[in-house]
């Protein structure tokens, strides 16, 4: 199953391309069905065994390169192959927590954004004959990378990253032997990254809104308001900041109020309430379809919530709970398929587009050559 997953990762990246804005919809609904299993509440084995594929897609297991060696050695250690050490035994899941080992995949990411453009600047300035076919390239590369790219790989990353401090706040709190001083030291950092980054991506979006319709200030900011409407309301350029408050309190809950799985239920039923009133409400999206779409997800969403009301001590009965579990499942399969289609039918519609403005180009030629062989 898990090659399932892997083999879908390789098509939705070569056939729908076009379509990650999209595909960014799916993903980010995907992420808080998946990642209920941070909250003190046992699922069931069959959820446990389905969510772990599903988690394949949105931790990006096909690029991850330590993921695609265990393909081939499931034993395989990054720190053994490195460094040649013995690898620890694990007696305690304390010792696995690790927020550079979650973030590995984002790390590598960025190193080789950096490496490229590194490599474009030094060839620019020892390759002078290719000075002038570089020089677009680069700044391109800068327009899009610096700022839209860096907006992008935070809103992607920053749902695992905060659920790895939640994890180094909790071994803080139990006092473990365990937690590293770096994971320690990154763990403060982030905690303040956290909670001054939705106020300052409001304070931004208010104070340039006027701007924001620009098209230098949409390559370099985009992805702050993509697919946003700007003047339906005041309130509808704050998506954005507001679905980074919703994840960092749906970290928050677990990590704050650990073995009270009774009040972490009931506050993530409030939560998910809350922001499905509040996007009701504003429609921030300049899309019907979109707006219908993310209501649909965030539907899905409160039924997998309630679902974890049903996982419980509020329900005694085990194999209930596993029937329930298949409904879960059924819950997330309907939210990827229905994204999915989406996307498919976006993409055949583009591609009908293209098709229908080359023949009416080819058309207007030849009607221009028929025109002048007359004349």
């Not at 034993?75 to 696995?96: H, M, R, W």
């Not at 596993?322 to 993409?347: E, H, Q, T, W």
């Amino acid at each position: 199953m898990t090659y399932g997953f892997l083999i879908l990762q390789l098509i939705m990246q070569i056939f729908v391309k076009s379509q990650m804005n999209n595909l960014w919809v799916m993903f980010f609904s995907l992420q808080i069905v998946c990642y209920f299993s941070i909250y003190d509440v046992p699922t069931p084995a069959n959820v446990v065994i389905y969510v772990k594929q599903f988690k394949s897609l949105i931790q990006f297991d096909l690029l991850n390169p330590i993921a695609m060696a265990k393909i081939i050695d499931p034993e395989f250690n990054l720190k053994v192959f490195l460094l040649g050490s013995k690898p620890k035994v694990i007696t305690n899941p304390d010792q696995k927590a690790s927020i550079v080992n979650d973030m590995f995949l984002y790390i590598f990411f960025a190193i080789v954004a950096v490496v490229v453009g590194i490599l474009l600047i030094i060839a620019r300035i020892f390759l002078p004959f290719l000075k002038d076919k570089l020089a677009p390239k680069i700044a391109a590369y800068k327009k899009k990378m610096l700022w839209n790219g860096t907006i992008q790989t935070v809103n992607v990353s920053f749902f695992q990253t905060c659920i790895s401090v939640g994890i180094q706040l909790k071994m803080v709190v139990r006092g473990s032997k365990y937690q590293e001083p770096l994971d320690f030291i990154l763990m403060c950092v982030l905690t303040c990254y956290f909670m001054l980054l939705p106020f300052w991506v409001i304070y931004f979006v208010l104070r340039n809104r006027q701007k924001l319709h620009l098209p230098g200030w949409k390559e370099r900011f985009g992805n702050l308001y993509t697919d946003i409407h700007l003047t339906k309301s005041k309130y509808t350029i704050l998506y954005y900041p507001m679905t980074m408050v919703r994840r960092t309190v749906f970290v928050a809950i677990p990590t704050f109020l650990p073995n009270a799985s009774w009040l972490q239920c009931q506050l993530v039923v409030m939560l998910s309430s809350f922001y499905l009133m509040w996007y009701l409400h504003v429609q921030p999206h300049n899309s019907r379809a979109r707006i219908r779409l993310e209501a649909c997800n965030e539907i899905l969403i409160m039924l997998c919530v309630y679902h974890m009301m049903l996982f419980s001590k509020y329900v005694t009965n085990i194999i209930a709970q596993f029937y329930f579990g298949y409904s879960y499942i059924a819950c997330i399969g309907l939210m990827l398929v229905g994204n999915m289609i989406r996307v498919v039918m976006i993409s055949i519609a583009s591609m009908k587009a293209k098709r229908m403005k080359k023949q009416n180009a080819k058309a207007a030629e030849k009607a221009l050559v028929r025109k002048a062989a007359e004349a």
